[in-house]
């Protein structure tokens, strides 16, 4: 199962291998990349987790480069864990959206100003569920 982008056109939407996932095998995760979103030089990305059992139990953090504006999504039963982050002086991640969120239809939208070229990580975690994580995108 394929799920269409929240906010990246689809049709500029490519699915790239996760750089981390760790989801049980009764779940699922799917990594987005979208390399032109209208930021010279910017990388757009998503990461869902879902049931496949029923799609509409997903958790997802959607980084757009255009504006920095992150897009935050829960509409499952269980607690999700819900990052983005950037690389500090240090060359370390360093989360500046830090979400716990616990149960369904949880939904929030963050703009936070970016210096152009900051890579971008996006991580999606679930209780007992796992973790989803791009990192390669750019601000």
Same mark, same amino acid.
């Given at each position: 199962?394929?799920?269409?982008?929240?906010?990246?056109?689809?049709?500029?939407?490519?699915?790239?291998?996760?750089?981390?996932?760790?989801?049980?095998?009764?779940?699922?995760?799917?990594?987005?990349?979208?390399?032109?979103?209208?930021?010279?030089? @910017?990388? /757009?990305?998503? $990461?869902?987790?879902?049931?496949?059992?029923?799609?509409?139990?997903?958790?997802? %953090?959607?980084?757009?480069?255009?504006?920095?504006?992150?897009?935050?999504?829960?509409?499952?039963?269980?607690?999700?864990?819900?990052?983005?982050?950037?690389?500090?002086?240090?060359?370390?991640?360093?989360?500046?959206?830090?979400?716990?969120?616990?149960?369904? @239809?949880? /939904?929030?939208? $963050?703009?936070?100003?970016?210096?152009?070229?900051?890579?971008?990580?996006?991580? %999606?975690?679930?209780?007992?569920?796992?973790?989803?994580?791009?990192?390669?995108?750019?601000?």
């Amino acid at each position: 199962m394929v799920l269409a982008a929240t906010c990246v056109s689809p049709a500029s939407a490519a699915i790239v291998p996760c750089t981390a996932n760790s989801v049980v095998s009764s779940w699922r995760a799917q990594c987005e990349r979208t390399p032109t979103d209208g930021d010279a030089g @910017g990388v /757009s990305g998503k $990461v869902t987790v879902w049931y496949p059992g029923n799609s509409a139990y997903y958790a997802s %953090v959607e980084f757009r480069a255009h504006g920095e504006i992150s897009y935050l999504r829960n509409h499952t039963t269980t607690t999700a864990y819900l990052r983005v982050a950037t690389r500090n002086e240090f060359g370390d991640w360093e989360n500046f959206i830090d979400q716990v969120v616990r149960g369904p @239809g949880y /939904s929030d939208t $963050v703009n936070r100003s970016l210096d152009e070229g900051d890579p971008v990580r996006v991580q %999606v975690c679930l209780l007992d569920r796992g973790c989803a994580t791009i990192a390669t995108l750019i601000s």
